[in-house]
C-alpha cells in the first residue's frame, strides 16, 4: 500500500536519494519484512541505507540477497530522479541526457528518414536559449540544429543581440527531422520533449526564445496564435525535469517567428526585433556597434 509522506519527509526522502544519485546508485531495494511498518517506521527503512556501514550498505543493495524491488516509497519523488540530476557540471549533465537519448526508437521519426539524432548546440551555462520545432535537411545532415539558410538567419539575430552564437544554447522540440520538413505531430513532440525539458533544466537559461508556434505551443501549452503568444514574457519552468539547483527559479519565456517564416515573409523581421529586443533589455545586452553587425 502506498505510504503517504508528509513534506518534511518528502525532503529528507528526496535529499537521501540525490545523495545515493551522486554516488552513482539509482536502483533502491527493502527487505520484505520491512515492508509492514507504521509510516515513520517504512520511510526509515526505506532510508535505513544512510546510516548503514559500507558492507551493510552493500547487503542491502544487492539484488542477489533475499530481497524484494520495493515499490518507491514516493512514486513521485522516484519518478522525476534523472541521472544528470545529481550532477552540477552542465557539461557531464548534458551528457548523460545524450546518453539516455541513446539511438532513441521511441518516436516514428526514427524511421522516417533521418540520418542522425540533432541533440542540441551551444553554451551548456548560457543565460539565452533558442528552441525551435525540428532539424530541416541541412540539420539532419550536419547533426546540429539551425545550420541552413534559417540557420544563418539566426545567427544573425543572435549577432545582432550582442551575442556569439557559441554563447547561446539552440535545440529544437524534436530531435529527429520529420520527413519533408513537414510540422512534427504531437506525439512525437510528447514524446521527444521530455529530454528538452531536461535540457533546459541543466543548463537553466535566464531566457528561452521560443522560435516559431509549433515550439511556443509545445512548451508553454497554450493553443494561441502567434499574434497572441507574441510580445510578452511567460514564467516557464520545464515540466517534468527537475534542475540540480534548487535556487533555479526557471526562465522567462518569449516568442518569436520562426526564421524560416522570416525568410519567407522578411516584413514581419522588425516584429521579430521588437521580441528580441524584450529579450535584451531583460538581460541587460546591447547591441553590438554598428561596424561589428
Ligand atoms: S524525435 Fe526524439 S523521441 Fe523521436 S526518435 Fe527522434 S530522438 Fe527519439
Same mark, same amino acid.
Given at each position: 500500500?502506498?505510504?503517504?509522506?508528509?513534506?518534511?519527509?518528502?525532503?529528507?526522502?528526496?535529499?537521501?536519494?540525490?545523495?545515493?544519485?551522486?554516488?552513482?546508485?539509482?536502483?533502491?531495494?527493502?527487505?520484505?519484512?520491512?515492508?509492514?511498518?507504521?509510516?515513520?517506521?517504512?520511510?526509515?527503512?526505506?532510508?535505513?541505507?544512510?546510516?548503514?556501514?559500507?558492507?551493510?550498505?552493500?547487503?542491502?543493495?544487492?539484488?542477489?540477497?533475499?530481497?524484494?524491488?520495493?515499490?518507491?516509497?514516493?512514486?513521485?519523488?522516484?519518478?522525476?530522479?534523472?541521472?544528470?540530476?545529481?550532477?552540477?557540471?552542465?557539461?557531464?549533465?548534458?551528457?548523460?541526457?545524450?546518453?539516455?537519448?541513446?539511438?532513441?526508437?521511441?518516436?516514428?521519426?526514427?524511421?522516417?528518414?533521418?540520418?542522425?539524432?540533432?541533440?542540441?548546440?551551444? &553554451?551548456?551555462?548560457?543565460?539565452?536559449?533558442?528552441?525551435?520545432?525540428? %532539424?530541416?535537411? $541541412? /540539420?539532419?545532415?550536419?547533426?546540429? *540544429? #539551425?545550420?541552413?539558410?534559417?540557420?544563418?538567419?539566426?545567427?544573425?539575430?543572435?549577432?545582432?543581440?550582442?551575442?556569439?552564437?557559441?554563447?547561446?544554447?539552440?535545440? &529544437?522540440?524534436?530531435?529527429?527531422?520529420?520527413?519533408?520538413?513537414?510540422? %512534427?505531430?504531437? $506525439? /512525437?513532440?510528447?514524446?521527444?520533449? *521530455? #529530454?528538452?525539458?531536461?535540457?533546459?533544466?541543466?543548463?537553466?537559461?535566464?531566457?528561452?526564445?521560443?522560435?516559431?508556434?509549433?515550439?511556443?505551443?509545445?512548451?508553454?501549452?497554450?493553443?494561441?496564435?502567434?499574434?497572441?503568444?507574441?510580445?510578452?514574457?511567460?514564467?516557464?519552468?520545464?515540466?517534468?525535469?527537475?534542475?540540480?539547483?534548487?535556487?533555479?527559479?526557471?526562465?522567462?519565456?518569449?516568442?518569436?517567428?520562426?526564421?524560416?517564416?522570416?525568410?519567407?515573409?522578411?516584413?514581419?523581421?522588425?516584429?521579430?526585433?521588437?521580441?528580441?529586443?524584450?529579450?535584451?533589455?531583460?538581460?541587460?545586452?546591447?547591441?553590438?556597434?554598428?561596424?561589428?553587425?
Amino acid at each position: 500500500m502506498p505510504i503517504a509522506l508528509n513534506p518534511d519527509q518528502r525532503r529528507a526522502l528526496a535529499n537521501r536519494v540525490r545523495f545515493y544519485n551522486e554516488l552513482g546508485i539509482y536502483d533502491f531495494y527493502r527487505r520484505e519484512e520491512n515492508i509492514a511498518q507504521t509510516e515513520s517506521e517504512s520511510l526509515e527503512a526505506a532510508l535505513q541505507v544512510e546510516s548503514s556501514s559500507q558492507p551493510e550498505l552493500r547487503e542491502e543493495m544487492s539484488p542477489k540477497k533475499s530481497t524484494v524491488l520495493v515499490k518507491p516509497v514516493d512514486e513521485n519523488i522516484f519518478e522525476v530522479l534523472k541521472p544528470e540530476q545529481s550532477v552540477f557540471d552542465p557539461i557531464a549533465a548534458l551528457k548523460l541526457i545524450r546518453e539516455d537519448l541513446g539511438d532513441c526508437t521511441r518516436c516514428k521519426l526514427h524511421k522516417q528518414g533521418r540520418k542522425q539524432i540533432v541533440f542540441g548546440v551551444g &553554451n551548456p551555462r548560457a543565460d539565452l536559449m533558442f528552441v525551435g520545432e525540428g %532539424p530541416g535537411a $541541412d /540539420e539532419d545532415i550536419q547533426g546540429e *540544429p #539551425f545550420v541552413g539558410r534559417a540557420g544563418q538567419l539566426l545567427n544573425n539575430m543572435i549577432k545582432a543581440m550582442g551575442l556569439r552564437r557559441e554563447e547561446v544554447y539552440i535545440a &529544437n522540440v524534436v530531435k529527429c527531422r520529420p520527413p519533408g520538413n513537414r510540422t %512534427p505531430e504531437r $506525439d /512525437e513532440c510528447d514524446t521527444c520533449s *521530455p #529530454f528538452l525539458m531536461r535540457q533546459i533544466a541543466v543548463i537553466k537559461p535566464k531566457v528561452i526564445v521560443a522560435l516559431g508556434a509549433v515550439a511556443a505551443k509545445n512548451l508553454l501549452a497554450i493553443n494561441a496564435p502567434m499574434s497572441e503568444l507574441r510580445g510578452r514574457f511567460y514564467d516557464f519552468m520545464p515540466s517534468g525535469a527537475r534542475s540540480s539547483d534548487p535556487n533555479w527559479q526557471g526562465a522567462k519565456l518569449a516568442v518569436t517567428y520562426h526564421p524560416a517564416f522570416l525568410l519567407r515573409d522578411p516584413r514581419q523581421k522588425s516584429e521579430a526585433w521588437k521580441d528580441l529586443q524584450m529579450v535584451m533589455k531583460y538581460l541587460g545586452l546591447k547591441p553590438p556597434p554598428k561596424e561589428n553587425v
